[in-house]
């Protein structure tokens, strides 16, 4: 069984780390997005999403950090995803996105 889903932010002057915990799925991505937005009007240039507690990511999930990642580069911003779980770092191969994505 999964964890009930919550972000857990971290700001630290121009940098931000998102904790993402439980399901990033169609019901949850939208909650990610508008945190992800705020920090943005709020001036971060470099995020980190911490994914070693995601247990499941489908497409809803993958397209927001597509999105961010756009977003960031837009503003010579930097995304990193960190520590992703075994199942997540599977979803992020198979779908390509780890080529794409900084993961670390």
Do not use: W
Request: glycine share 6%; aromatic share 2%.
């Amino acid at each position: 069984m999964s964890q009930e889903f919550e972000l857990v932010v971290t700001v630290l002057e121009d940098e931000a780390v998102i904790s993402v915990i439980g399901e990033l799925d169609f019901s949850t991505a939208p909650r990610l997005r508008e945190q992800i937005l705020e920090l943005m009007k709020d001036g971060t240039t470099s995020l980190v999403i911490d994914l070693s507690q995601l247990d499941f990511v489908d497409s809803s999930g993958l397209g927001v950090l597509v999105a961010t990642l756009k977003r960031m580069r837009e503003r010579d911003g930097t995304l990193m995803l960190r520590s992703p779980s075994a199942n997540t770092s599977k979803v992020l191969q198979v779908s390509g996105l780890d080529k794409l994505l900084l993961v670390g």
